[in-house]
């Protein structure tokens, strides 16, 4: 079988429900999933939640419940998140799963025996938010002293306990050569070159274990201690791929505050495992609200039920990844959305379309003209070559730049139906208003196998009213064994695909 199309997005901690970040990741891997789908290739997704951790731990507590009930609750809430956003995951991994245990247990077995990971004793801090480790130099001071995490801004642990560490300070050299050698390896550049730069500086051996943890994979052989949430964390890309070609992964997307892990850490885990690495590295940048970082604190976590409930489910897709370049920051407000909404959805597209499909009912009984003539000039030739520009840019992660050019040419089809106006035509020459119909209808049946990656609700409608019909009504098993369900269907009107909002 070939090797899927193997696309990660980050586990998601499980201390509280989802939001409109997490919303962004998982949906840009879908719609790069459905890219390769739609062109016939198969591709695999994964995503799932990372439930281990002091982090955890303590959220359970404070809701009064056990740890693992508290894991299954928030897990699901997650899980059907996705189903209401309309991702196809292929996969869903819980690092509370056994399969996935059973692999962290052996990886760290195999790096013990190869001395990359040695017992010692860390004294440093921890910052709980980040689960990470944070040195004295990046320790920002608070008030009255007191130390705080660079990025979290809340006050840190102090610990001091015998730990593992794992040698990442063996593999700066390979890591630096991996990337030389990889120049898609890391992206975008201008995060890629951060990476090199904290690379390039040295690296220092990490902890990986914890005494004090007990909501964690036990260490093998050493039940004192539990594994560093990251390092198990990290392994799931790679358990979850087990019994299958997919390892390597082609990409794992991540948000820019965990690309290290991704770009510095698993990486070097995977070259002291012997085990092959990702294919690419993608960090997007961050959403703030309103202008606002979203906090706890702030209160101002966007909630992407609250959003669909108002936009519907393609519009809030559609916006996060037409919005802020993928690789950029990007500021989330309901007013910019619901301008995007009517100027681009409502007005642009779903205008174009009713129009289209309106003129072909009124015009032409709802028919299209079956043989146009071969010499005729026909503009969807023009649209169809923008495809391998656009395909160029949805490879490559651009998803905003893909939709610029899909909408450069829903404007032009707008300027075109102006220009030709189909509706003197059918007075004047009938033939004449049936060949514009239909090269119109044929673009915009292009420009909705364009948008089906980011919506698939709104690109099954708009090829609906159009006539691509894989199942016409009153096929015999005869007809569909004779190929006859692959014939385009009438051109139907169809309710107004995106009515206009009040912003
Ligand atoms: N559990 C770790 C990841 C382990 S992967 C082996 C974790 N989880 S998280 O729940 O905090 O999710 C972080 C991810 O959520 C980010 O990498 C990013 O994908 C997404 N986002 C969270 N907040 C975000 C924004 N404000 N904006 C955009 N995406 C953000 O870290």
């Known amino acids: 079988m070939t090797k899927p199309y193997y696309i990660t997005t980050p586990i998601y901690y499980i201390n509280a429900a989802p939001h409109i970040g997490h919303a962004y990741t998982t949906i840009a891997a879908d719609v790069l999933a459905r890219w390769h789908r739609s062109r016939g290739k198969a591709a695999y997704l994964l995503t799932g939640t990372d ?6 731990e303590d959220a359970a507590k404070a809701a009064g419940k056990h740890t693992l009930d508290f894991s299954d609750q928030v897990s699901a809430k997650f899980r059907d998140l996705w189903k209401h956003l309309d991702v196809l995951h292929d996969d869903y991994i819980r690092t509370t799963e056994k399969r996935h245990e059973d692999k962290v247990q052996e990886l760290f077995s195999v790096l013990l025996k190869n001395g990359d990971v040695y017992k010692g004793k860390y004294e440093g ?25 660079p990025d979290s801004g809340k006050p840190l642990q102090k610990l001091s306990e015998e730990t593992y560490f794992f040698k990442l300070s063996r593999y700066g050299p390979k890591l630096l050569e991996h990337y030389k050698a990889n120049p898609g390896f890391l992206a975008p550049s201008h995060r890629a070159s951060e990476i090199l730069r904290f690379v390039e500086g040295g690296l220092e051996d990490i902890s990986v274990s914890r005494t004090k943890v007990k909501w964690g994979v036990p260490v093998p052989g050493d039940s004192d201690h539990t594994v560093y949430v990251w390092f198990d964390a990290l392994i799931n890309y790679w358990a979850a791929a087990q019994g299958t070609n997919l390892w390597p992964a082609d990409v794992h997307i991540v948000g820019k505050e965990i690309f290290r892990f991704h770009a510095v850490i698993w990486p070097a885990m995977l070259m002291a495992a012997a085990l092959p690495l990702p294919k690419k590295v993608f960090a997007h940048g961050w959403w703030t609200v309103e202008g606002a970082k979203m906090s706890k604190s702030a209160g101002n976590f966007v909630d992407p039920y609250d959003i669909t409930v108002e936009f519907g489910v393609d519009a809030f897709r559609y916006f996060l990844l037409r919005e802020m370049p993928f690789g950029n920051d990007g500021d989330f407000s309901k007013a910019s959305l619901c301008k995007r909404y009517n100027a681009e959805l409502a007005n642009d597209l779903g205008n174009l379309v009713s129009r289209v499909a309106e003129m072909v009912d009124r015009f032409l009984g709802g028919k299209l003209p079956t043989k146009p003539p071969l010499d005729a000039d026909f503009y969807t030739t023009t649209v169809a070559k923008r495809t391998p520009s656009i395909s160029a840019k949805m490879d490559a992660l651009d998803f905003s730049g893909a939709l610029d050019e899909v909408w450069e040419v829903v404007r032009a ?20 208003c049936e060949l514009v119909l239909f090269d119109l209808v044929c673009s915009l049946r292009l420009v909705g196998g364009w948008l089906d990656p980011f919506m698939p609700a709104t690109a099954a409608k708009i090829h609906m009213q159009l006539g691509v019909r894989v199942f016409p009504e009153a096929l015999t098993a005869d007809d569909v064994l004779q190929g006859k369900d692959r014939g385009a269907g009438l051109i139907q009107k169809g309710p107004i695909l995106f009515p206009r909002k009040q912003c």
């Open 51 to 56: 439930e281990h951790g002091q982090k955890i």
């Open 413 to 432: 089809l707008n300027a075109r139906v102006n220009e030709k106006a189909p509706w003197k035509l059918a007075k004047a020459d009938m033939r004449a």
């Open 125 to 149: 801090l921890y910052d709980v938010v980040s689960e990470s480790f944070v040195k004295e130099s990046d320790a920002v001071k608070g008030p009255n002293g007191v130390l705080l995490g």
